[in-house]
């Protein structure tokens, strides 16, 4: 079974600062992809940045990268040169390669992001 | 990535009705597709797996016959909810395998049983 866990029920960030959000993981799977996705309050949820178990670097979509640590099963997003736009909740989740898991998501409880100007 | 789209955005319905949510594909042909179920400011439970041709897929726990799943066609897949009760009050939200196994996701539906 694959788990993903978001420390941070919430964060604040000041306008134009950076900031890391949490995301530890667990899974059998030797292959997995791990997702951050973005809902802002209409609901929607937006797709930010991949990564896959077997990437050799970080990956960084524009002001997105995520700090793979794949020893620590650590996924964390950073955001850098916080926009007021980017207030909302943030998701972390992973998808396995094989057995029951292929193709599923597993979400984390997500993280309430603020930023203040 | 995949565009998709929900329709309706919102629906209020009595108990006892079926309400019927669509998921469209409108540039991507979905093989699968999948149903989520979010509460207020929880996270997103995978309801069912949505195969094109097939039957859908259900997670342990979800009743087939409550909600019940239609992949048609490559472009779209429809959830019905039969005879809701207050407790289906929820926001779903479909989304769509793309490429490299990432899944785009539509606006959603909020749904509000009386």
């Known amino acids: 079974a694959q788990k993903i866990t978001q420390t941070q029920p919430g964060m604040f960030v000041q306008e134009k600062e950076a900031v890391t959000l949490d995301c530890t993981y667990d899974t059998s799977d030797p292959s997995y992809g791990l997702f951050w996705y973005k809902q802002p309050s209409s609901g929607e949820m937006i797709f930010l940045i991949y990564q896959g178990s077997y990437d050799q670097q970080n990956a960084t979509e524009g002001r997105y990268s995520l700090n793979f640590q794949k020893a620590r099963k650590s996924a964390n997003l950073v955001i850098s040169a916080s926009q007021l736009g980017d207030s909302a909740m943030y998701f972390c989740a992973m998808t396995g390669a094989g057995g029951t898991s292929y193709g599923k998501l597993t979400f984390g409880q997500g993280t309430i992001l603020t930023v203040h100007p | ?114």
């Open chain 2, 1 to 114: 990535g995949a565009v998709v789209s929900q329709h309706p955005s919102r629906v209020i319905c009595k108990s006892g009705t079926s309400v019927k949510i669509e998921c469209r594909s409108l540039d991507f042909q979905a093989t699968t597709m999948f149903w989520y179920r979010q509460f207020p400011k929880k996270s997103l439970m995978l309801m069912a797996t949505s195969n094109e041709g097939s039957k859908a897929t259900y997670e342990q726990g979800v009743e087939k016959d409550k909600f019940l799943i239609n992949h048609a066609s490559l472009t779209l897949s429809t959830l019905t909810v039969t005879s809701a009760h207050p407790e289906d009050s929820s926001f779903y939200i479909c989304s769509v395998e793309g490429i490299g196994s990432t899944q785009y996701f539509g606006p959603g539906t909020r749904l509000l049983v009386l």
